[in-house]
């Protein structure tokens, strides 16, 4: 197959050949353009059409592979130029695994709301913690590796900022809450008051907005 192809592209070609074919392809060079992305993408997915007039590439997922399809999409000058782009998953292909969890989580969260009733009928008011100074001191450095954790992965632009982000605006607000809810009447609940509305609340709000915004989307 080589020599074959060898031989011919070694073969003088005569000038008047030469000639019509640039002719040719001057004039349907876009047709040929059009012709050559329709037959790749017919070979890479059979029954794909449906991308090329979206203008986005189908993507399967077969054994951990991606297969792709070429797309027409406009590149502004009027033309479809073929073109690889990413398209989500669809919905139907939700892995069962995830929908089976889905199921459980949702369950859960409504099994809590009898229990919720229960533990608020059913407990004391007042309580005597055995380890009262480690409860707070734990919630706290949990907060203070959030916070250095998601400063560290933010300087280093690591998108997985979102997530420890995420996690440390909830111990804040866990913290807040808390906080009001054990302080003694007088001076220790007005301190954890303003603790709470002018320190952990604020900050956790914050925290969650850094969450959203660092949150990796296609196309960023």
Known sequence: ???????????????????????????YEDTIDDRV????????????????????????????????????VDAGSGSGVPRILPKAAATSA???????????????????????????AGLPATAQASHWAWTW?????????????????????DCRACLTSAATSTLLLVDAWFDTMTAAPGSDFKLAVLMAVFVELPLAVACAVLATRTFPRPGR
């Open 1 to 27: 197959m080589t020599d074959r192809h060898s031989s011919a592209a070694g073969r003088p070609c005569p000038a008047g050949r030469t000639d019509d074919i640039e002719q040719f392809l001057v004039h």
């Open 37 to 72: 992305a329709e037959t790749v993408e017919v070979m890479l997915c059979p029954g794909g059409g449906h991308g090329r007039e979206s203008g986005v590439m189908a993507s399967t997922q077969l054994t951990g592979v991606h297969s792709l399809c070429l797309a027409r």
């Open 94 to 120: 939700f892995p069962p695994l995830l929908r089976r969890a889905a199921t459980v989580l949702t369950v859960l969260g409504l099994a809590m709301i009898p229990w919720l009733v229960f533990l608020h």
């Open 137 to 157: 001191t734990g919630l706290d450095s949990f907060e203070a590796l959030g916070l250095l954790s998601t400063g560290l992965l933010l300087r280093r632009g």
